[in-house]
């Protein structure tokens, strides 16, 4: 059974930055498949982005492309998502999840697809 801590969410401003973590207890970290993922007042919960066991492989959201770079290190069992040139949009609780995958190259884009889940940061981009 993983656990899943978020932190370092805040309040910022347009074009800032922040970095969140996400630290598991329970579990090897390089067991598991990973992701971000974000839900706004009143939508539902989107895919961020997600890394793969080895941490070689990635995939984004388009609306974040470019701007949020996910990363992982297995020895801290801790997995991080840059985000940088923050906009308003991007206000949300994230959360990140992890499920056990099979492959190293393994990624996971879907909701569905976790079986374990963080309890959120909340992350408030101001204009």
């Known amino acids: 059974q993983v656990e899943l801590v978020e932190s370092g969410g805040g309040s910022v401003q347009a074009g800032d930055s922040l970095r969140l973590s996400c630290a598991a207890s329970g579990g090897t970290l390089s067991n598991y498949a990973m992701g971000w993922f974000r839900q706004a007042p009143g939508k539902e919960r989107e895919f961020v982005a997600t890394?793969?066991?080895?941490?070689?492989?990635?995939s984004y959201a388009d609306s974040v492309k470019g701007r949020f770079t996910i990363s992982r290190d297995n020895a801290k069992n801790t997995m991080y998502l840059q985000m940088k040139f923050l906009k308003p949009e991007d206000t949300a609780v994230y959360y990140c999840?992890?499920?056990?995958?099979?492959?190293?190259?393994?990624?996971?884009?879907?909701?569905?697809?976790?079986?374990?889940w963080g309890q959120g940061t909340q992350v408030t981009v101001s204009p």
């Open positions: 999840a992890a499920d056990r995958a099979p492959f190293s190259s393994d990624i996971r884009l879907r909701t569905t697809d976790y079986d374990y």
């Open positions: 890394i793969s066991r080895s941490g070689f492989r990635t």
